[in-house]
């Protein structure tokens, strides 16, 4: 029994208590009430401080090393969607971000966006928000009922061109 193995774990390096484990120490990586739960789990198997902290110590490190990778991918992703929406939009990206800017300003967005920027980076997010930036601003009607206010994304000017070539045929 638990009772039994006590003062033998005990000598084999057992704390007295969970806070023998000084837990401290990872509490800039891992929440307290984790810290706590595994202290505890700890404490009732009879694991030395020596040999938690060196368990907890590696945990730490591979949570950080996956972490980091991870945040690496993110903004890898990140870029490729900003390349994507950069040929996408062509010349008129940095007119094309303004009006998504300026929805996200009008909306109230703007702390949402600094807590989850990620989010919208997503091109579908920065499509509707350029779309809804034109929708309320002013400016020249395209032919689909799109509003530009300046330069042509290179699909919008292909568009614009068809149907100024199908009206002159008229």
Avoid: C
């Avoid at 991870?70 to 094309?96: H, I, L, R, S």
């Avoid at 779309?131 to 009922?145: D, H, P």
Wanted: hydrophobic share 40%; charged share 25%; net charge negative.
């Amino acid at each position: 029994t638990p009772e039994a193995m006590a003062p033998i774990w005990d000598k084999l390096g057992r704390p007295a208590d969970i806070k023998g484990y000084e837990i401290e120490q990872y509490k800039d990586t891992l929440p307290p009430e984790v810290l706590g739960k595994y202290a505890e789990i700890a404490h009732k198997h009879g694991v030395s401080k020596e040999a938690f902290n060196s368990m907890i110590s590696e945990f730490v490190n591979e949570s950080t090393t996956g972490q980091a990778a991870m945040a690496e991918q993110q903004q890898q992703q990140v870029g490729q969607w900003q390349q994507e929406v950069k040929q996408e939009f062509g010349v008129a990206y940095n007119d094309k971000i303004l009006f998504a800017q300026k929805a996200v300003e009008k909306f109230g967005l703007t702390d949402v966006i600094k807590e989850n920027h990620v989010m919208f980076e997503h091109p579908a997010i920065i499509k509707a928000l350029v779309a809804i930036g034109e929708k309320t601003s002013e400016g020249m009607v395209l032919a689909n009922g799109d509003v530009n206010h300046g330069r042509l994304a290179p699909a919008e000017a292909k568009m614009e061109l068809a149907k100024f070539q199908s009206d002159s045929d008229t």
